[in-house]
């Protein structure tokens, strides 16, 4: 019997908590998994819905969003306060949308000095929603900090209604936690006093810590970032937590929808190809050069980059490496946004270089398309990555990738100097300006043949 087979004889009924899902509200890959894993599991015959937020930025006309009948009242500290919950197909299956004024009624969703607050707010609120539905799901699937209050809320709550569900949580970054005061125990409903889990530090409530601790299974999103997170080195404070939980620890690798992520049908492309046809590749990386005012020449290698600019993604030893890496007569095509001192960094690099160095700030996505099918080579030389998905993304665009041994990288990308014949791209381990540029040259001699 094959799985899908054996799946659709056993369906469930599984509910998505996350901070954000597309196409509805994207900041970063968390959107594109929330919007697209659980369309994968409504096709092999699972009942899928997920519940979000509802920002003020989200088009209602656009999205087809309507309001459900009633109201959920949400309890807090000080007094009950009155939800509305609204509620779209346009992503092929029920999507509901949380919305109160107070929480959700911005612009900027990450970042507020509230949003601890905001999060277990709508916790509170989506699992008084699944309260008063007559549908009531088999598995809870958490996302990361921002629904490590539903967890706790689950198990320590003791309601009979909802103590049978199983509890996932997916944890996407580590280092993102959610660490506010202890203090926020009450408004989430708990008046006793809450013992803390290991790695909380008195006095705080750490909402990743929470789901880790209170989730019956734990998953990452690639199996190298789920071994390297039960280290201290990137364990962010939270290995020793996660050790103990070690045989519910699990990575599952991320994956791209490769019908979003087809070169052979993506309007933004100017010239659309497939792996028949890649000498058409060539009219993307014109349009590239001449979009980020770089020579246009087809024979000098072009390297894309679509990236936070943030130490994370390895900035920091690209900056190091730059001038070297410039004296190969490549050019670098860079798409993003992040920490002042990296972008002022780069803003200087492409003012010396102007003819080498493109470089446009913030996201573009059908810039970052272009970048994806008309690179010859795309870079991600992160400190660390749980997946990453610009590696995939640029492997199905035809564009190598030059990577950092690490997270999800390490599990999709073989380097073609260890595996001849079955790599696909080149990847280094010591990070460090001159790790980088040793998988940069294997790849220019590649690109010479």
Same mark, same amino acid.
């Given at each position: 019997?094959?799985?899908?087979?054996?799946?659709?004889?056993?369906?469930?009924?599984?509910?998505?908590?996350?901070?954000?899902?597309?196409?509805?509200?994207?900041?970063?890959?968390?959107?594109?998994?929330?919007?697209?894993?659980?369309?994968?599991?409504?096709?092999?015959?699972?009942?899928?819905?997920?519940?979000?937020?509802?920002?003020?930025?989200?088009?209602?006309?656009?999205?087809?969003?309507?309001?459900?009948?009633?109201?959920?009242?949400?309890?807090?500290?000080?007094?009950?306060?009155?939800?509305?919950?609204?509620?779209?197909?346009?992503?092929?299956?029920?999507?509901?949308?949380?919305?109160?004024?107070?929480?959700?009624?911005?612009?900027?969703?990450?970042?507020?000095?509230?949003?601890?607050?905001?999060?277990?707010?709508?916790?509170?609120?989506?699992?008084?929603?699944?309260?008063?539905?007559?549908?009531?799901?088999?598995?809870?699937?958490?996302?990361?900090?921002?629904?490590?209050?539903?967890?706790?809320?689950?198990?320590?709550?003791?309601?009979?209604?909802?103590?049978?569900?199983?509890?996932?949580?997916?944890?996407?970054?580590?280092?993102?936690?959610?660490?506010?005061?202890?203090?926020?125990?009450?408004?989430?409903?708990?008046?006793?006093?809450?013992?803390?889990?290991?790695?909380?530090?008195?006095?705080?409530?750490?909402?990743?810590?929470?789901?880790?601790?209170?989730?019956?299974?734990?998953?990452?999103?690639?199996?190298?970032?789920?071994?390297?997170?039960?280290?201290?080195?990137?364990?962010? @404070?939270?290995?020793?937590?996660?050790?103990?939980?070690?045989?519910?620890?699990?990575?599952?690798?991320? @994956?791209?929808?490769?019908?979003?992520?087809?070169?052979?049908?993506?309007?933004?492309?100017?010239?659309?190809?497939?792996?028949?046809?890649?000498?058409?590749?060539?009219?993307?990386?014109?349009?590239?050069?001449?979009?980020?005012?770089?020579?246009?020449?087809?024979?000098?290698?072009?390297?894309?980059?679509?990236?936070?600019?943030?130490?994370?993604?390895?900035?920091?030893?690209?900056?190091?490496?730059?001038?070297?890496?410039?004296?190969?007569?490549?050019?670098?095509?860079?798409?993003?946004?992040?920490?002042?001192?990296?972008?002022?960094?780069?803003?200087?690099?492409?003012?010396?270089?102007?003819?080498?160095?493109?470089?446009?700030?913030?996201?573009?996505?059908?810039?970052?398309?272009?970048?994806?099918?008309?690179?010859?080579?795309?870079?991600?030389?992160?400190?660390?990555?749980?997946?990453?998905?610009?590696?995939?993304?640029?492997?199905?665009?035809?564009?190598?990738?030059?990577?950092?041994?690490?997270?999800?990288?390490?599990?999709?990308?073989?380097?073609?100097?260890?595996?001849?014949?079955?790599?696909?791209?080149?990847?280094?381990?010591?990070?460090?300006?001159?790790?980088?540029?040793?998988?940069?040259?294997?790849?220019?001699?590649?690109?010479?043949?």
């Amino acid at each position: 019997m094959t799985s899908s087979t054996s799946e659709r004889n056993h369906p469930l009924k599984i509910l998505f908590l996350a901070a954000e899902c597309a196409p509805f509200f994207k900041v970063g890959g968390l959107a594109d998994v929330v919007g697209s894993l659980p369309q994968a599991l409504h096709e092999v015959g699972h009942d899928v819905r997920v519940i979000m937020p509802r920002y003020r930025p989200i088009d209602g006309a656009q999205y087809g969003l309507r309001r459900m009948e009633g109201f959920v009242n949400v309890p807090t500290t000080d007094m009950d306060r009155v939800s509305e919950v609204q509620v779209s197909d346009a992503n092929g299956l029920p999507t509901y949308f949380v919305w109160d004024e107070r929480f959700f009624g911005r612009d900027s969703v990450y970042g507020q000095p509230d949003e601890a607050l905001a999060f277990v707010f709508f916790c509170r609120a989506a699992l008084e929603f699944v309260r008063s539905m007559d549908w009531r799901p088999d598995v809870i699937h958490c996302h990361d900090w921002h629904t490590g209050a539903a967890l706790m809320m689950l198990e320590l709550n003791h309601d009979q209604r909802l103590n049978s569900i199983v509890r996932v949580f997916t944890i996407h970054n580590l280092v993102y936690q959610g660490v506010t005061g202890d203090a926020i125990f009450r408004f989430a409903g708990f008046e006793n006093h809450i013992e803390h889990v290991q790695g909380e530090q008195p006095g705080t409530a750490n909402w990743m810590a929470r789901g880790i601790a209170h989730a019956d299974m734990i998953n990452t999103v690639s199996p190298t970032y789920a071994a390297e997170i039960l280290a201290p080195d990137y364990g962010a @404070g939270l290995d020793g937590l996660l050790r103990s939980r070690t045989g519910r620890v699990t990575g599952i690798l991320n @994956g791209i929808d490769r019908s979003e992520w087809n070169p052979a049908t993506d309007a933004a492309l100017t010239s659309k190809f497939d792996a028949t046809s890649l000498k058409r590749r060539s009219a993307n990386k014109k349009v590239v050069q001449a979009t980020l005012g770089l020579k246009v020449n087809g024979r000098v290698p072009l390297i894309g980059l679509v990236t936070r600019l943030v130490e994370q993604k390895g900035v920091d030893i690209l900056i190091e490496a730059a001038e070297r890496l410039l004296e190969r007569n490549v050019q670098l095509a860079i798409l993003g946004s992040g920490d002042d001192r990296y972008q002022t960094a780069i803003d200087q690099l492409r003012d010396r270089c102007p003819n080498q160095v493109g470089l446009e700030h913030g996201f573009n996505d059908h810039l970052a398309r272009l970048i994806y099918g008309g690179s010859d080579m795309f870079m991600m030389p992160s400190r660390y990555e749980p997946c990453g998905l610009g590696q995939m993304i640029a492997m199905r665009y035809g564009s190598l990738p030059i990577v950092r041994a690490t997270g999800g990288l390490k599990d999709t990308v073989l380097d073609a100097g260890r595996y001849p014949k079955r790599g696909t791209g080149f990847s280094f381990g010591p990070y460090s300006p001159e790790g980088l540029i040793g998988a940069v040259d294997r790849a220019l001699n590649v690109f010479a043949i």
